[in-house]
């Protein structure tokens, strides 16, 4: 049967889809174990499973996934929901989850929010039409009431934000880290720090309010006309940078706290000749190639991108394999940032002026 089948995909004739029964009849077996073996189920054995999927491959069988759909199961498609993709966070992010996720057997689907509430639920509806087995969510602001209600119903895990009400959550300890910025650049000597970030996420007003907190610790006054906060976008950094060389009170250090806030904001004073660390000095957030290679070379914080990432891909597999429900009490997982200190941080000159 194998030969006349390969002979005729030879010749461009194709009989029709081949089906477990094939694979059966093939081996022998009955369909029964041959469905089981397919699905890896724990009473077949291993010998029997690889007989099984060798036969599969060798007759081109191909799993019927929708019609498994329709009979009530999920399908081995886990989807991975961001606000974009541009910011080599999320890029790196999906990577290890895909790969992660490859090893047992499921594939990484990707779908992009743009931080909209009604886009979210409407990605979440097409997710449950297709039956995905789990979902990573970096979640917006405020999530629709039912794009939580889809969620309780599927092993789902939170990733870098967390809405309490949504459960289970992998993050930064993101205070911790505009802290550590803030002391840096105060133990340099700094006063007139100017902080670019966003106050509308979870993860944006807990680095603010680091922002703060180190300042209050340290006995230093807030400027507010140097605490620029937008949304967390390259545009609204390079924006931010021309409010700063238009105000009346130079800064002489930046604390950005976003990815992509960091490289407007960096990319701007570039364009701007603003000399960094002489002028003004500049701690970013995220750490890459670009941050070693721009300009002194950038001090920043490095995220634990791969632990956070594949610590979310883990706990969210053990879900699915043991069947296990969300608790009462959500699995909650913080892991912290590392200040890289490059060239781009220095004391204050009494001559430096941003203008």
């Given at each position: 049967?194998?030969?006349?089948?390969?002979?005729?995909?030879h010749l461009g004739i194709h009989?029709?889809?081949?089906?477990?029964?094939?694979?059966?009849?093939?081996?022998?077996?009955?369909?029964?174990?041959?469905?089981?073996?397919?699905?890896?189920?724990?009473?077949?054995?291993?010998?029997?499973?690889?007989?099984?999927?060798?036969?599969?491959?060798?007759?081109?069988?191909?799993?019927?996934?929708?019609?498994?759909?329709?009979?009530?199961?999920?399908?081995?498609?886990?989807?991975?929901?961001?606000?974009?993709?541009?910011?080599?966070?999320?890029?790196?992010?999906?990577?290890?989850?895909?790969?992660?996720?490859?090893?047992?057997?499921?594939?990484?689907?990707?779908?992009?929010?743009?931080?909209?509430?009604?886009?979210?639920?409407?990605?979440?509806?097409?997710?449950?039409?297709?039956?995905?087995?789990?979902?990573?969510?970096?979640?917006?602001?405020?999530?629709?009431?039912?794009?939580?209600?889809?969620?309780?119903?599927?092993?789902h895990v939170q990733l870098l934000?967390?809405?309490?009400?949504?459960?289970?959550?992998?993050?930064?300890?993101?205070?911790?880290?505009?802290?550590?910025?803030?002391?840096?650049?105060?133990?340099?000597?700094?006063?007139?720090?100017?902080?670019?970030?966003?106050?509308?996420?979870?993860?944006?007003?807990?680095?603010?309010?680091?922002?703060?907190?180190?300042?209050?610790?340290?006995?230093?006054?807030?400027?507010?006309?140097?605490?620029?906060?937008?949304?967390?976008?390259?545009?609204?950094?390079?924006?931010?940078?021309?409010?700063?060389?238009?105000?009346?009170?130079?800064?002489?250090?930046?604390?950005?706290?976003?990815?992509?806030?960091?490289?407007?904001?960096?990319?701007?004073?570039?364009?701007?000749?603003?000399?960094?660390?002489?002028?003004?000095?500049?701690?970013?957030?995220?750490?890459?190639?670009?941050?070693?290679?721009?300009?002194?070379?950038?001090?920043?914080?490095?995220?634990?991108?791969?632990?956070?990432?594949?610590?979310?891909?883990?706990?969210?597999?053990?879900?699915?394999?043991?069947?296990?429900?969300?608790?009462?009490?959500?699995?909650?997982?913080?892991?912290?940032?590392?200040?890289?200190?490059?060239?781009?941080?220095?004391?204050?000159?009494?001559?430096?002026?941003l203008r």
């Amino acid at each position: 049967m194998l030969l006349l089948l390969q002979s005729l995909a030879h010749l461009g004739i194709h009989l029709p889809m081949i089906t477990i029964k094939d694979i059966a009849r093939e081996l022998g077996l009955s369909i029964s174990t041959v469905g089981r073996a397919l699905t890896d189920h724990p009473r077949i054995s291993r010998e029997t499973k690889e007989r099984v999927q060798e036969a599969a491959e060798r007759l081109g069988y191909v799993a019927n996934t929708a019609a498994r759909v329709m009979r009530g199961g999920s399908s081995h498609l886990i989807s991975l929901l961001v606000p974009d993709i541009r910011s080599e966070f999320y890029s790196m992010v999906a990577h290890i989850l895909s790969t992660g996720f490859e090893s047992e057997g499921y594939h990484l689907t990707l779908s992009i929010t743009d931080d909209d509430p009604n886009r979210e639920m409407q990605q979440m509806r097409e997710l449950m039409s297709a039956r995905v087995a789990g979902v990573v969510i970096v979640p917006s602001a405020n999530p629709r009431r039912e794009t939580a209600e889809m969620l309780s119903k599927i092993p789902h895990v939170q990733l870098l934000r967390r809405i309490a009400s949504l459960g289970d959550w992998f993050g930064l300890d993101d205070e911790q880290a505009i802290v550590d910025a803030a002391n840096h650049l105060i133990g340099l000597g700094h006063k007139k720090i100017a902080y670019i970030g966003d106050n509308t996420f979870p993860t944006g007003k807990a680095r603010y309010k680091g922002f703060r907190r180190a300042m209050t610790e340290a006995g230093l006054k807030i400027d507010d006309s140097l605490v620029l906060l937008g949304p967390p976008e390259l545009k609204f950094g390079t924006e931010a940078v021309h409010k700063l060389v238009q105000g009346r009170k130079p800064a002489t250090a930046i604390i950005t706290g976003a990815v992509l806030v960091t490289l407007g904001v960096a990319e701007q004073l570039s364009k701007l000749n603003v000399k960094v660390p002489n002028q003004i000095s500049i701690v970013g957030f995220g750490d890459g190639p670009w941050q070693r290679w721009w300009g002194p070379g950038l001090t920043t914080l490095k995220l634990p991108i791969e632990e956070i990432t594949t610590g979310c891909a883990l706990w969210l597999l053990h879900r699915l394999k043991t069947s296990r429900q969300q608790g009462k009490d959500p699995h909650i997982a913080v892991s912290p940032t590392t200040l890289v200190i490059r060239n781009s941080t220095a004391a204050p000159k009494s001559t430096r002026v941003l203008r």
